[in-house]
């Protein structure tokens, strides 16, 4: 059984929460730092093994409230084996490398085991994917990668994986982008 913590403000309804659905299985159970008492967090973390954090990046770093949990996290993560899920919405995934990186740092501190990320460029395009199966077209490499993901957590296994939306310029992303975002704005 594996622990995922939904680290976005949007809790329920955003992409996290999408993409933590895609690759949960039954028995997984969710925490929202959004939402949850950090101590029943924390009381969780003790207890499972595998542990997932799903994260956006907002300002080219954590949301703030994993912030403010990463730094009452007093406890050790010490034979945990700790995954990262990574999106943020511009179309490269490499906006999100100094985060990564420096979760990793904090979960090498904290004396866990960093066993892998799974990357997502354009994450707020791929999320549109919940309702609008047409772009699913262009996310043939995210869907492959989310099945492979979810296969090395549940078999304990490392592994890293960086993918965005395929097929699609800088130009087009910004089309489909200001599209949707002009939508919401209405
Ligand atoms: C306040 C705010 C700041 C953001 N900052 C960035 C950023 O620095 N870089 C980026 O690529 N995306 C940024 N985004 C876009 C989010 O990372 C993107 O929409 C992501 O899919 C949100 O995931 P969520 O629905 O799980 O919260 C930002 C979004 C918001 C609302």
Redesign the pocket.
């Known amino acids: 059984m594996n622990l995922y913590i939904n680290c976005?403000?949007?809790i329920k309804n955003?992409?996290?929460?999408y993409f933590t659905q895609l690759i949960k299985s039954d028995n997984d159970i969710i925490n929202y730092i959004y939402k949850d008492n950090f101590e029943l967090i924390k009381k969780n973390i003790s207890i499972y093994k595998n542990i997932i954090f799903v994260f956006?990046?907002?300002?080219?770093t954590f949301p703030s409230k994993l912030i403010e949990f990463m730094e009452n996290f007093n406890n050790k993560l010490i034979n945990k084996n700790i995954y990262i899920i990574c999106?943020?919405?511009?179309l490269e995934y490499r906006?999100n490398f100094l985060a990564i990186d420096t979760f990793i740092y904090w979960i090498n501190k904290k004396k866990g085991f960093f066993k892998g990320y799974l990357n997502i460029g354009s994450?707020?395009i791929i999320?549109i994917t919940k309702k609008n199966k047409f772009l699913s077209l262009f996310c043939h490499d995210f869907f492959k990668k989310i099945k492979i993901f979810k296969c090395y957590i549940n078999n304990e296994k490392s592994i890293n994986l960086n993918t965005n939306i395929k097929w699609l310029n800088k130009r087009l992303f910004c089309i489909i982008c200001n599209h949707f975002w002009k939508k919401r704005i209405k």
Do not use: A, I, R, V
């Open positions: 976005s403000p949007k955003s992409n996290s929460e956006p990046l907002y300002m080219d999106n943020c919405g511009f906006q994450g707020e999320g």
